[in-house]
């Protein structure tokens, strides 16, 4: 029996490209719905040929950006998923959204077609800054949904990003304490990567030093009212994004849609996996337990010393560096929160 699969659906398709955005996407004023969808729906309609009617515990729509969507497509979609999979009586299915795209009524349709957790796109409390990014929408624009979404009693997460150009760690302590007044159970708080290929790279921006952004993010820890749970997110618990945890976890999960990647369990064998035919190879139990090292990492809950993770860490780095590292109670090893910040050292480190 194939176990359960989570669900990722990509959406490429934004208002604008966002001046640090180096994701699949692309600016499309009027998309054509009708054949995204049939292409969505032909997809989805090969991995039920495959796997068969599979329980499905979470289904993400990410994007690029997935409001832009009209509420008929995205019914569309959520209906071929529940005749082609079981969803489980507690699935979590989330829309990403930008807060340009998306009125009262929009939102409302979209919960009844069946979203239950929100993610919207922030970015920033300060309008100078928004611009400064690329995004369309305003401060108000933002809260205005956030508050939507609340009175609505929709689980919802928001986006921010920090360490712009001249960013200083009070700017980030006044995020925090902003972002503490909307009464939200979950946020992710994003790094500025200067990406290949995007206008930020084009320019020469006035970077904070890895120092300076390392006592930004402690300063996140100090002022956020929300604990961390991931490198870059933050909830209350109970409010955690399960699709996110059971990917980091080590789940199989089905990625539909140009520029969406999975991995494929069938048989006690992983597949890596592009759309529904542009890729799907075999991978190694041994590379598998690579990838799954690298994202359980990331969780305050660590990584789980299963069978094939056992094979590939180094307990002696792990013994001889307990500042950085520690065996749980639930024989996970996680990083400390000062392993959080040099994160990408400790996995060439810890990795055989």
């Known amino acids: ?90 699935c979590e299915i989330t829309a990403e959204a930008n807060p340009k795209t ?26 100078s800054k928004l611009q400064f990014l690329g995004r369309r929408h305003n401060v108000n624009d933002a809260l205005n949904l956030i508050d939507m979404a609340q009175k609505l009693n929709l689980r919802l997460s928001a986006d921010f990003i920090y360490g712009l150009p001249n960013d200083t760690t009070d700017d980030v302590i006044k995020l925090c304490r902003q972002i503490n007044s909307l009464g939200l159970t979950h946020c992710s708080m994003y790094e500025l990567t200067i990406e290949p290929n995007t206008p930020f790279a084009k320019m020469n921006l006035n970077m904070p030093n890895n120092n300076e952004m390392a006592d930004m993010y402690n300063a996140i820890d100090e002022n956020l009212s929300l604990p961390r749970y991931e490198v870059s997110n933050y909830a209350t618990a109970g409010n955690e994004c399960r699709h996110n945890l059971n990917i980091w976890d080590g789940a199989p999960y089905i990625g539909i849609g140009h520029g969406a990647a999975g991995r494929i369990l069938i048989d006690d064998n992983w597949y890596e996996q592009r759309g529904a035919d542009a890729q799907f190879e075999k991978l190694s139990d041994h590379a598998r337990a690579i990838e799954r090292v690298i994202t359980g990492l990331r969780t305050v809950r660590g990584v789980l010393l299963d069978r094939d993770v056992q094979k590939i860490i180094n307990m002696q780095y792990v013994y001889e560096h307990p500042e950085l590292l520690h065996q749980t109670s639930d024989n996970r090893i996680a990083v400390t929160k000062r392993g959080m910040l040099i994160l990408d050292d400790i996995v060439l480190n810890i990795v055989g």
């Not at 009708?34 to 289904?59: A, F, M, Q």
């Not at 998306?102 to 309008?127: H, P, T």
Request: glycine letters at 8%.
């Open 102 to 127: 998306i009125d009262a009524e929009k939102l409302s349709g979209f919960i009844n077609a069946g979203v239950n957790r929100l993610s919207v796109g922030v970015q920033s409390l300060d309008d």
């Open 1 to 90: 029996m194939i176990k359960p699969h989570n669900i990722y659906i990509h959406v490429p398709f934004c208002m604008s490209k966002c001046n640090y955005c180096a994701f699949f996407s692309r600016a499309c004023a009027n998309p054509d719905w009708d054949k995204y969808s049939n292409g969505i729906i032909n997809e989805i309609e090969h991995w039920g040929n495959l796997l068969g009617r599979i329980n499905v515990p979470t289904v993400f729509f990410g994007g690029g950006t997935p409001s832009l969507m009209p509420v008929k497509t995205f019914e569309k979609i959520m209906a071929k998923i529940k005749s082609v999979f079981e969803l489980t009586p507690d």
